[in-house]
């Protein structure tokens, strides 16, 4: 099966302008994260998302970031307006929930600059 | 924040060696999972661990779900230049909602020819 797609892969931005990225989750896959990876760091969740509903967005920081999954499918990840401390990797990962069973599967992320 | 601690934080090894990380934790967890990140590229699935004393092999990898709960570690036997890069654990607190997954800082492999 198709793996977690995350697009794009790069991109560079002036401080101040808005962005998005975009994942498409495992076909089936009911769970999405997008998690923030600074260098030297492991992921860090921002928000959880079963189907449609954000079931965890705590660590979102709501004044700058905005998420959406519409119909509970692809997920978009906007910051507006982007700042120099959001240069870093943004993963999008899709888990299915079956019993026993917590694997998360992760796109290639998508690596911000700010500059 | 993070709450898994993971160690060591790097290490530089030869070709051949065996090679052993662990992470802990002072909450208890219900699932372990470790990962490999290669540069440029997401985390990778190795090991998927759910019941406290499992242990599982992968090739030449083996983790296993510590007794307590609390911790886990894996191993990797007779390394090769492959085995090059950021390995993570990450895991589900108990008392967290289904799915939550906290990671661990990672631990740099080099591998040396």
């Known amino acids: 099966e198709a793996g977690v797609v995350q697009s794009p892969r790069y991109k560079i931005i002036e401080k101040k302008q808005p962005v998005a990225f975009w994942c498409n989750p495992i076909?089936?896959?009911?769970?999405l994260y997008w998690y923030l990876q600074n260098l030297g760091q492991g992921p860090e969740l921002l928000i959880r998302?079963?189907?449609?509903?954000?079931?965890?967005d705590s660590q979102l920081p709501k004044d700058r970031f905005s998420a959406e999954r519409l119909k509970g499918v692809d997920s978009t990840l906007k910051i507006q307006p982007a700042e120099l401390g959001d240069s870093a990797v943004y993963l999008c990962?899709?888990?299915?929930?079956?019993?026993?069973?917590?694997?998360?599967?992760f796109g290639q992320g998508t690596r911000l600059t700010v500059v | 924040g993070q709450q898994l601690n993971q160690s060591p934080q790097s290490m530089f090894i030869q070709e051949g060696e065996d090679v052993s990380m662990n992470c802990t934790s002072s909450?208890?967890?219900?699932?372990w999972l470790w990962y490999k990140q290669d540069p440029g590229e997401g985390p990778v699935l190795l090991i998927a661990?759910?019941?406290?004393?499992e242990l599982t092999s992968n090739g030449r990898l083996t983790a296993q779900f510590g007794i307590t709960r609390k911790d886990s570690f894996l191993n990797i036997s007779a390394s090769i230049p492959s085995d090059v890069g950021i390995y993570f654990c990450?895991?589900?607190?108990?008392?967290?909602?289904?799915?939550?997954?906290?990671f661990g800082q990672g631990t740099i492999l080099t591998v040396h020819p």
């Open positions: 076909s089936g896959h009911n769970t």
């Open positions: 998302y079963e189907n449609e509903e954000a079931v965890d």
């Open positions: 990450a895991g589900q607190r108990a008392g967290t909602s289904y799915g939550k997954l906290t």
């Open positions: 909450s208890i967890f219900n699932t």
């Open positions: 990962a899709s888990w299915r929930e079956r019993v026993l069973d917590t694997e998360a599967f």
């Open positions: 661990l759910y019941k406290a004393g």
